[in-house]
Structures are given as structure tokens and as C-alpha cells.
């Protein structure tokens, strides 16, 4: 029988939490189930994911987006209560990693949407969760947005910089669209992010770089996916993605 607190040491150090001043507490959030057998993954813990893991029957809830944010209201009362309730109700743990899954080298979201945008020589440029990659010949934008549309589900939302092609690309998982123009000022061609900001139209245009928004949510799948997938093989445990979709 493997144990949560096994499960949960090996994720805080695989994933270094302890390297990273973040947002909210990573790691476990709500302790039920002291073992498991069934994992499920998600990106957001929301009450449908926690709902769907009670009807796989998951010891333990693993995602990117969890609880107990900084200027969050602190009291488990509305929205979160019922959230909390419904895990300690079927028995669940729950546990979160954010940042520290952005930005692992082989398990982050941004490592995989390096591999799934076909990129040569993915890699960090920067403090780590801005990442930059290559490409054998120059893109076409076109061709950019329909191999992006391709793995995420949805069409890409592009702010155009010019007429150029794509030679060298940016990206960083989620909501990082400040970072627009920190990928202009490294020389790259075009920025990737989950979401766009009504200043992003401009910049871009007058920055000569594409910034291509596809989805806060579609871009964060990916590295919670991997963790699981990582956890159920070390741990012989059953693991299963849900994806609840989001628009946003």
C-alpha cells in the first residue's frame, strides 16, 4: 500500500518546492485518505473535477490550481467550503503544485508545450519560467496557429506584429501576458501565453512581435498530465487526467 505522505514527499521534491516563492502553499492543502490507490489529475479544483474524482473513486486530487491564494479570503466558507466539504465527503486528499510545475524541466507545462509546438532546443530564457525555442526554418503565422490549435482544442487568439514568419518563439504557460515584451526585448519573433490583455494589442504591433493567446487553461493540461503519469508508474497506482474545459 503506498501512503499519501509518500506520494507527496516524493512530488515536493521532485518538483522543488522549496526553490520557489509562489503565489499559494504547494503541496498538500487538504489531508483525507492516508492511502492511495486512484489518483486523479486536473488543472483547476474545481467543484465538477472534485466531483468527478469521487465518481472514479480517487484517494487523491492532484493539481495545478488549488487553494488558500495570497489576498484570498481566508474563512472555508462559501465557494471553497463547499469545495473542502466535498473532498473530506468522499474521502479525498488534495494536494497542488503551481509554479513548481510551470517551471520543471522535463514535467512543467512549459517543457511540454515546447515539445508539443515541435520546437528545437526548448530551454529556460531567463529566471526560469520564460522558456524559448527554435524552429528547423521560418514558420508561417498560419501555420503556427494551426499546429497550436492543433494539441490545445481551440482556436489560438493572435495579435499581430508584422508581416514576419516565425523563426524563434517565446512562450509561458497561463496567465503571462506581461511578459510580451521581455520576449521582444530577447529578439524572438513571437510570444505564447494562455491569455491577452487589452495593452497586448498595441504592444505587439509596435514591438514587431506576434503574441499568440491560447488559453490560460489549454496551455496548463499538460505538466499535471505528466506528474500523474509519472506517480501512477513509480507508485503502481491507477492514475486518470480529467479535463473539465474552460474557455478562459
Not at 88 to 99: D, E, F, G, R, V
Not at 111 to 136: H, K, N, S, T
Not at 155 to 180: D, F, I, M, N, T
Amino acid at each position: 500500500m503506498t501512503t499519501l505522505h509518500e506520494i507527496i514527499n516524493y512530488c515536493d521534491a521532485r518538483l522543488a518546492i522549496d526553490d520557489f516563492a509562489d503565489y499559494c502553499p504547494n503541496g498538500l492543502q487538504v489531508e483525507a485518505s492516508r492511502k492511495v490507490e486512484r489518483i486523479v489529475t486536473g488543472v483547476t479544483a474545481s467543484l465538477a473535477l472534485i466531483e468527478a474524482a469521487a465518481e472514479r473513486k480517487a484517494d487523491l486530487l492532484l493539481v495545478h490550481h488549488g487553494y488558500f491564494w495570497k489576498n484570498e479570503a481566508a474563512p472555508l466558507t462559501g465557494v471553497k467550503g463547499r469545495r473542502v466539504r466535498a473532498l473530506y465527503a468522499s474521502n479525498m486528499s488534495m494536494a497542488a503544485y503551481h509554479l513548481p510545475l510551470d517551471a520543471h524541466e522535463e514535467l512543467g507545462n512549459n517543457a511540454r508545450l515546447g515539445a508539443l509546438l515541435g520546437c528545437v532546443d526548448p530551454r529556460p530564457v531567463g529566471d526560469g519560467l520564460l522558456w524559448g525555442g527554435g524552429f528547423p526554418a521560418e514558420l508561417a503565422v498560419d501555420a503556427l496557429l494551426a499546429r497550436v490549435q492543433e494539441f490545445t482544442g481551440r482556436k489560438p487568439l493572435l495579435l499581430p506584429g508584422g508581416a514576419h514568419g516565425v523563426r524563434r518563439l517565446a512562450w509561458c504557460s497561463g496567465g503571462a501576458q506581461a511578459w510580451l515584451e521581455k520576449a521582444a526585448d530577447l529578439g524572438f519573433d513571437a510570444y505564447l501565453s494562455g491569455e491577452a490583455s487589452e495593452s497586448g494589442f498595441h504592444l505587439a504591433a509596435e514591438r514587431g512581435i506576434h503574441f499568440i493567446a491560447a488559453g490560460h487553461h489549454a496551455t496548463e493540461r499538460y505538466g499535471i498530465q505528466a506528474l500523474g503519469a509519472e506517480l501512477e508508474n513509480k507508485f503502481d497506482l491507477e492514475h486518470q487526467f480529467v479535463d473539465v474545459p474552460n474557455p478562459v
